[in-house]
């Protein structure tokens, strides 16, 4: 194994700015913070302003239900397999780790970090594409997770969450690697509205979206390196596959070579600049390595297979069962006694400006099935069309 430590020379210059007071300054600063309604939560000393914004998510309605959700393995029934609560929590880590040195701005990183996958579907990423499909054939809207998340915490949720750490949230698709991460500026709130729009109405526009921060920057690169590694280790004690079938690179192979090496190069490239950025050794061993995880794992017949097979048409049932049941509005069905009466009720303290109930049939349906657990979906599924086939887990002793 190969673990890279920084060059002399970096951590001379580190050493010495920190001495001598000359350290860059590069973070976003807390006076920056934009809120869409200002003359509410006002930083304070004990609490300032992204500090709210992470307390704001930690303890928001839909927190909880990262720990059911699926990163990629939903048919395994083992508790060492990495679930969705833990990837956020990875990618706050390893993001608060290099930002400290960049010398960023940790409560807006750790702010963006929890928060990025708030909207994510059940069944991870095949739920996204499913939920995608369903949405744009009902409303000619687009569904992607980094969108949803955004309305959530601003939508669904109006917490007055700073534009800051929204933006981070929205630009911080991990499915798109760049050598290099330059902020884009977003100066208030109208631009964000519009830039969620475009999302909706053409899926190519979310893959143009950049962060406005180094503190998003980052993130985004770190969403990246906490699944890489760790998906490996999922698959091996999954048993589909062994550590010798990925990709070796100047990143490593394993998950502590690639946090560390990846971290190591970044703050290499990054430190005192204006921008996030990997040598091109690098950025080619990650992108190598993310081609070999879709080939070795999320492509997988074992994974994509039963998601396929089993996933893809009770999404579809659910889906048209739901949406004809807010139409009716039967008012015992599931969706509002579990969700509109639910959002009503924890959302009564904030502004909105028309009562949730009153939107579109299908962006109810569409809010309610991305909110799920894998199994509430499951269980749900069973509960409006009994005898249905049922999923098949790998067990604790199979």
Same mark, same amino acid.
């Given at each position: 194994?190969k673990?890279?430590t920084?060059s002399?020379?970096?951590q001379?210059?580190?050493?010495?700015?920190?001495?001598?007071g !000359?350290? +860059?300054?590069?973070?976003?600063p @807390?006076?920056?913070?934009k809120?869409r309604f200002?003359?509410?939560d006002k930083p304070?000393?004990?609490r300032? +302003?992204?500090?709210?914004?992470?307390?704001?998510?930690?303890?928001?309605?839909?927190?909880?239900?990262f720990t059911?959700? !699926?990163?990629?393995f939903s048919?395994?029934?083992?508790?060492?397999?990495?679930?969705?609560? $833990?990837?956020?929590q $990875?990618v706050?880590?390893?993001?608060?780790?290099i930002?400290?040195?960049?010398?960023l701005?940790? /409560?807006?990183?750790?702010?963006? &970090?929890?928060?990025?996958d708030?909207g994510h579907t059940?069944?991870g990423?095949a739920?996204e594409? #499913? $939920?995608?499909?369903l949405y744009f054939?009902? &409303?000619?809207?687009?569904?992607?997770h980094?969108?949803h998340s955004?309305?959530?915490? /601003?939508?669904?949720?109006p917490?007055?969450? !700073?534009l800051q750490t929204?933006?981070?949230i929205?630009?911080? @698709?991990?499915?798109?690697?760049?050598?290099?991460?330059?902020?884009?500026?977003?100066?208030?709130f109208?631009?964000?509205?519009? *830039?969620?729009?475009a999302? #909706?109405?053409?899926?190519?526009y979310n893959?143009r979206?950049?962060?406005? !921060?180094?503190e998003?920057?980052?993130?985004?690169?770190c969403?990246?390196?906490?699944y890489?590694?760790k998906?490996r280790?999922?698959?091996?004690k999954?048993?589909?596959?062994?550590?010798?079938?990925?990709?070796?690179? *100047?990143i490593g192979?394993v998950? *502590?070579e690639?946090?560390n090496?990846?971290?190591?190069?970044?703050?290499e490239?990054? #430190?005192g600049?204006?921008y996030?950025?990997? @040598?091109?050794a690098?950025?080619?061993a990650?992108?190598? *390595?993310?081609?070999s995880n879709y080939?070795q794992?999320y $492509?997988?017949p074992?994974?994509?297979?039963?998601?396929?097979?089993?996933i893809?048409?009770?999404?579809?049932?659910l889906y048209r069962r739901?949406?004809?049941?807010v139409?009716?509005g039967?008012?015992?069905s599931?969706?509002?006694r579990?969700?509109?009466?639910f959002i009503?009720?924890?959302?009564?303290?904030?502004?909105?400006?028309?009562p949730?109930?009153?939107n579109?049939?299908h962006?109810?349906?569409t809010?309610?099935?991305?909110?799920?657990?894998?199994? =509430?979906?499951v269980?749900l599924?069973q509960?409006?069309? +009994?005898?249905?086939? &049922?999923?098949? =887990?790998?067990?604790?002793?199979?």
């Amino acid at each position: 194994m190969k673990y890279d430590t920084l060059s002399k020379e970096m951590q001379d210059r580190i050493c010495s700015d920190r001495e001598h007071g !000359t350290l +860059p300054q590069v973070g976003f600063p @807390d006076e920056g913070a934009k809120r869409r309604f200002p003359g509410r939560d006002k930083p304070t000393i004990l609490r300032p +302003p992204f500090v709210r914004d992470t307390e704001k998510i930690l303890h928001s309605a839909y927190y909880n239900r990262f720990t059911d959700k !699926t990163q990629v393995f939903s048919f395994y029934k083992n508790d060492d397999i990495s679930r969705r609560a $833990l990837h956020v929590q $990875l990618v706050s880590r390893i993001a608060r780790t290099i930002g400290s040195v960049l010398c960023l701005n940790l /409560d807006l990183i750790e702010a963006i &970090a929890l928060g990025h996958d708030m909207g994510h579907t059940p069944f991870g990423h095949a739920g996204e594409t #499913y $939920l995608d499909e369903l949405y744009f054939e009902g &409303a000619g809207r687009h569904f992607a997770h980094n969108v949803h998340s955004v309305r959530v915490l /601003d939508g669904i949720f109006p917490y007055n969450i !700073t534009l800051q750490t929204l933006n981070g949230i929205l630009a911080h @698709d991990g499915e798109i690697e760049c050598d290099e991460y330059r902020p884009c500026p977003m100066e208030d709130f109208c631009v964000l509205d519009a *830039a969620m729009e475009a999302c #909706y109405q053409d899926r190519a526009y979310n893959r143009r979206l950049m962060p406005s !921060t180094l503190e998003g920057c980052l993130v985004r690169i770190c969403d990246i390196i906490s699944y890489l590694g760790k998906d490996r280790q999922d698959a091996k004690k999954a048993g589909l596959i062994s550590e010798d079938a990925f990709a070796y690179g *100047a990143i490593g192979r394993v998950n *502590a070579e690639i946090i560390n090496n990846l971290s190591v190069n970044i703050i290499e490239n990054s #430190y005192g600049k204006p921008y996030i950025k990997m @040598d091109q050794a690098y950025f080619d061993a990650l992108s190598a *390595a993310k081609r070999s995880n879709y080939e070795q794992i999320y $492509l997988n017949p074992a994974v994509a297979g039963p998601q396929r097979e089993v996933i893809r048409p009770m999404f579809a049932r659910l889906y048209r069962r739901l949406v004809q049941d807010v139409k009716e509005g039967r008012r015992s069905s599931p969706v509002f006694r579990h969700h509109i009466e639910f959002i009503a009720a924890a959302s009564c303290h904030y502004p909105r400006p028309i009562p949730y109930e009153e939107n579109d049939p299908h962006t109810i349906v569409t809010d309610y099935i991305a909110s799920m657990t894998d199994d =509430y979906f499951v269980e749900l599924h069973q509960y409006l069309f +009994p005898g249905e086939r &049922a999923i098949e =887990y790998h067990g604790y002793f199979r």
